[in-house]
């Protein structure tokens, strides 16, 4: 491990001072040779993980000034991005409801609602996982659905093993139930993730480039009105393959599934009024990202997705939970334990990307794809969604989005399509790697029940991958146009990538 982590070191540095020593292109600027130095510095220890990724997130801010791409001040400024403050809102109020528990008692409701039968707790348990990572972050919503998903598990087998006239083999990687439990929750958290513009990071980083590259934003409710939909389909389709193509039960009823959920229920005990007072905050700062694209008021255009989800995670200080013990909703102990690495990681990003705007580096690009322009965009679409989908299974999906987007939106310039199109692909793609443990967290949380081998997850994941690319690249040559009312075929007149004077922010 340590021996890999030096040549991963090494390999970056010297990928860095070779495109350093080379000379500049005529057709490039020094500066923009810089960036592509930085840049390829950055991506080789991102894929390598030779230092901590967030870690590497930082070197804008120490190479940037030495190189004389930009002054400090100016890079930091991208560390302070509102969308991070947004995020930073998301985890606060995520990990008051993970604190309170309210999470487990919305899931086991949930499950609850749907059914006992094989297939039913299956879709159960995939529109709770799913529910919950749009959020809550799908590490977090993996881990307390695998608590329940194992204690049910257990009760099953147990059922199963002392009943002689069911002749099924349960032992974990060969109970088919158990698989298909166990990738449905990895699975669906993923693609929850995608539906909200807090439910993973690289649909953040998205909106943040776009923000910081073409001066548009895209809200809470835009994302949701298109990602939504495409969550529903994709949920549908995978719990569809794994219960009917690739892990079909053997047994119609599922024995003692019920008692595991209804004991599971009776341990939380009663609906706490902190439980209550932590929901009724969330409704109101998710009704309020929903709602403020809709009011049509001068003032109120001041307020972004961050001021909504900031406000909801200080009324979370304010609001007591026990007056005589002098307790919070949230106090400081609880929120330290949010992912603070994201927050970094989205900043190194931005970073990145007003680096690649600032140098010219992303014109220089735009100048060397322009063959690209003839092409079908449906294919390029595709192509590029399973190309970012391959690269996911291999490397971090934040790491993978910071990376590949700048690049993207110079070719979509190239190509003279819009933006859009590709760089949402991308986004997308970065959160539906489902074939290999290292591709995402739920991946390996599932992964670690041992109800699943890796040629098991292979197998079935890489069929998902492909419908995901499918329906990714369907969503946003059929229904991105008519959702957002964009031509995404051509590049609009007033959506240009800002120089270094226009305002970012």
């Keep these: 491990m340590l021996k890999n982590k030096f040549i991963g070191i090494g390999s970056g540095l010297f990928l860095f001072l070779i495109i350093l020593l080379i000379p500049v292109p005529d057709n490039m600027k020094k500066e923009a040779m810089y960036v592509l130095a930085v840049a ?11 230092i901590p990724i967030p870690a590497t997130a930082l070197l804008p801010i120490f190479l940037f000034p030495m190189l004389g791409i930009m002054n400090g001040s100016e890079v930091t400024e991208s560390y302070g991005h509102q969308l991070i403050y947004l995020f930073l809102g998301g985890f606060l109020i995520a990990v008051t409801i993970e604190r309170w528990n309210l999470h487990r008692r919305i899931g086991l409701y949930t499950i ?16 709770a996982s799913a529910g919950l990572s749009m959020w809550i972050s799908n590490t977090a919503a993996t881990m307390m659905m695998l608590t329940i998903g194992v204690a049910v598990l257990k009760q099953v087998v147990n059922e199963i093993d002392s009943d002689p006239a069911i002749q099924i083999n349960t032992d974990p990687e060969s109970f088919h139930f158990g698989t298909a439990l166990m990738l449905s929750i990895a699975y669906a958290a993923s693609i929850g993730g995608i539906a909200t513009l807090i439910g993973t990071p690289t649909n953040a980083i998205f909106a943040g480039l776009i923000e910081t590259q073409f001066n548009k934003n895209i809200s809470f409710l835009d994302w949701m009105m298109f990602a939504l939909p495409l969550s529903i389909i994709m949920l549908i389709t995978t719990w569809y393959y794994i219960t009917h193509i690739a892990y079909p039960s053997k047994i119609d009823h599922l024995p003692g599934g019920k008692e595991a959920i209804q004991h599971e229920l009776t341990q939380l005990g009663p609906m706490s009024s902190e439980e209550k007072s932590v929901l ?8 309020s990202w929903i709602l403020r694209g809709l009011i049509d008021s001068e003032q109120f255009k001041m307020v972004k997705d961050s001021t909504i989800a900031i406000g909801g995670a200080l009324l979370l200080f304010i609001i ?7 307790e919070f909703l949230l106090d400081w102990q609880t929120a330290v334990k949010i992912p603070w690495d994201i927050l970094i990681l989205f900043g190194g990003g931005f970073a990145l990307a007003k680096g ?16 690209l322009e003839n092409y079908s965009l449906f294919l390029i679409v595709l192509i590029v969604t399973i190309l970012v989908i391959f690269l996911t299974e291999l490397t971090s999906n934040t790491a993978t989005a910071s990376m590949v987007l700048p690049i993207i939106a110079a070719l979509s310039i190239a190509m003279g399509v819009h933006p859009y199109s590709l760089m ?3 986004a997308l793609a970065s959160s539906f790697a489902f074939m290999l443990p290292v591709a995402t967290p739920p991946n390996a949380i599932v992964f ?27 969503f946003i040559m059929l229904y991105l146009p008519f959702i957002w ?20 922010f």
């Design 40 to 50: 390829s510095l950055m991506a080789t220890w991102w894929m390598t993980e030779a």
């Design 112 to 127: 609850r609602f749907f059914g006992i039968t094989p297939n039913r707790i299956i879709f159960g348990f995939m529109v």
């Design 280 to 287: 009724f905050i969330f409704c109101i700062v998710a009704s």
């Design 320 to 326: 007591p939970s026990n007056l005589k013990r002098h």
């Design 356 to 371: 690649f705007n600032d140098s010219g580096l992303t014109q220089s690009i735009t100048g060397q794809l322009n063959v």
């Design 424 to 426: 949402i692909a991308v």
């Design 448 to 474: 670690s029940s041992r109800y699943i081998t890796i040629r098991q997850m292979a197998k079935t994941g890489i069929w998902l991958n492909l419908f995901g690319a499918i329906i990714i690249t369907l």
């Design 485 to 504: 009312d964009i031509d995404i075929k051509s590049l609009p007149l007033n959506l240009h990538i800002i120089d270094a004077s226009e305002e970012n």
